[in-house]
DNA sequence: CCTCCACTGGAAACCTAGGCTC
DNA sequence: GAGCCTAGGTTTCCAGTGGAGG
């Protein structure tokens, strides 16, 4: 048994294709950004006042998944807070991404907590919290707060832009410092649902992102791999295939360094000492699978039900089942498990929900006399979900899972 | 050309679990 | 402990609606 271990250890400790392997995870902001002088300089000179003690412009980015958006932000306001010191100016900022960080007070926490203010998580009032950061900035006197707010169109499309508006607004309570934002977006027309109001003041200044090109990824892979991998560890044309297969992704680098890191552990993992366009097709199946079984496990219960509905829907050969069929399955399966099932208005919402995260289709047609419904196919392997589907107890323990496996035949 | 199906999608309100202040 | 806040998921109610079949 030992020996069995020790092989494993070993080998997962002496050889590896890897010489710094952080320097290809997605939130690593490399000391120089490629093919983005352009944006950063511009960023640059809109931020730029701050140095002065002046307010910024409240600035907004635009651009595609992968275009840079994020670390070009980062990487301004990190050198420019360190100027700023050096200058002996207060200038700070925070960065929030609204994703993960989806309601309006979870947001104030976080910028109350760059200005070293502890919040709850929830028991206060967001009118609380936006007083305590007015009072706050106010007593640390001549403050520059810069909040950079990524994937804004997030939180605005759950919650509206109120706000915004309130952040924007809180500058004239404050006295000697101020408040400006970053907004960042992939939705091009998210701006056109925002109230007038906003859109002049949040819009003084906007910045587009375009999509790298695949020389311009191939660049970029290239500087990051004579960082992350021990020179004679990439086969020829491994970068060149990441980056193709990226740029099919609308010039997505983060994809693109995503498949360059898969592919390195997977070749350190079958204990090769090269990393070769094989594993870069094999990585290229895994990160779909890892994305699948992460959103999957994520999903609230009845998420998983519905799912788990669709897939049945289609068992039978059908290519695709509709809203009222998909229902009644889940119905029937909540109800074996001994759980109430949920309405047929929440199931339309689930179903919507489970289209935006691309892991079924749902489109919506009209079939004239027999109502208008939405069509809905299974986008993703259903072997994958119903592995992570097992790990829910109610789940399972019941013959529900089994049955589906033989009906597809795993 | 009109009807009417099978839903969709908006809005408001409810419920549970948490936490503040006084 | 009262009274008032939050987040999330959900229910209730209801006014649309594209287009096949009459």
Same mark, same amino acid.
């Given at each position: 048994m030992d020996d069995v271990l020790d092989e494993v250890f070993e080998r997962t400790l002496k050889k /590896?294709?890897?010489?710094?392997?952080?320097?290809?995870?997605?939130?690593y902001i490399p000391p120089t950004l490629l093919h983005r002088d352009e944006e950063i300089r511009r960023l640059g000179l809109v931020l730029a006042p701050s140095l002065k003690g002046e307010k910024p412009s409240n600035v907004f980015i635009y651009g595609l998944t992968g275009t840079g958006k994020t670390a070009v932000a980062k990487y301004v306001l990190d050198k420019l807070v360190k100027k700023a010191g050096e200058l002996g100016v207060r200038t700070r900022y925070v960065y929030v991404n609204l994703r993960q960080r989806d309601t309006p007070y979870r947001v104030l926490a976080d910028i109350a907590e760059a200005l070293d203010l502890r919040i709850p998580?929830?028991?206060? /009032?967001t009118g609380e919290v936006l007083g305590r950061i007015v009072k706050r900035l106010n007593l640390l006197e001549d403050t520059i707060l810069i909040a950079v707010l990524d994937e804004i169109d997030f939180l605005v499309k759950k919650h509206g832009d109120d706000l915004l508006y309130k952040l924007v607004r809180m500058n004239s309570e404050l006295k000697d410092s101020s408040i400006s934002l970053v907004g960042i977006t992939n939705?091009?027309?998210?701006?056109?649902?925002?109230?007038a109001r906003i859109k002049s003041s949040l819009g003084e200044e906007e910045l587009v992102f375009s999509p790298y090109k695949t020389d311009q990824l191939i660049d970029i892979l290239k500087s990051r791999a004579e960082e992350a991998f021990?020179?004679?560890?990439l086969e020829n044309g491994v970068i060149e295939l990441c980056a193709s297969y990226a740029a099919k992704e609308h010039g997505d680098a983060r994809r693109a360094l995503d498949l360059l890191r898969i592919a390195g552990e997977l070749a350190d993992r079958l204990g090769e000492d090269k990393v070769v366009l094989e594993h870069v097709k094999m990585a290229r199946v895994e990160l779909e699978k890892n994305r699948l079984t992460e959103i999957t496990r994520t999903l609230p219960l009845h998420g998983k039900l519905v799912l788990l509905s669709v897939i049945q829907s289609t068992?039978?050969?059908?290519?695709y089942g509709t809203t009222g069929e998909i229902y009644d399955i889940y119905k029937r399966t909540a109800i074996d498990i001994g759980l109430d099932p949920v309405t047929l208005r929440r199931v339309s919402d689930i179903l919507s929900e489970l289209d935006m995260l691309g892991l079924i289709s749902a489109r919506l047609i009209s079939r004239g006399r027999y109502g208008k419904t939405r069509v809905v196919s299974l986008e993703s392997d259903a072997k994958t979900i119903i592995n992570v589907l097992s790990e829910e107890p109610f789940l399972g323990e019941s013959s529900i899972l089994d049955r589906i496996m033989k009906s597809l035949g795993i």
């Open positions: /590896s294709v890897f010489k710094n392997r952080r320097v290809l995870l997605p939130d998580f929830t028991g206060l /009032s939705n091009i027309y998210f701006i056109e649902h925002l109230d021990i020179p004679g560890a068992l039978a050969g059908r290519r």
